[in-house]
């Protein structure tokens, strides 16, 4: 494995010691940068509560995409 793969997984284990679960956020952010095809990006106003703007936000992202290609990366 990378020193990336290495340290992620790490930190991964740390914050989630008490589940097989991950939710790969920090990956899936950074895959949408890379491959802005497997990610669809919307405008959206913030909720009320907040300053009232435009903010930008990912509706829907290819995650068997991310996690593949993520996987084959950190991997030997």
């Keep these: ?8 997984t790490g930190k991964w284990k740390i914050r989630s010691a008490t589940t097989d679960i991950r ?3 920090d990956v899936a952010l950074i895959q949408a940068l890379i491959h802005p095809e497997w990610a669809t990006v919307i405008q959206a106003p913030t909720p ?5 703007r435009k903010v930008t936000l990912y509706r829907e ?7 593949d290609d993520y996987w084959n990366t950190v991997l030997p």
């Design 48 to 52: 009320p509560e907040n300053t009232p």
């Design 1 to 8: 494995m990378c020193k990336l793969g290495a340290y992620l």
């Design 23 to 25: 939710i790969m956020w």
């Design 61 to 67: 992202i290819d995650a068997d995409a991310m996690r």
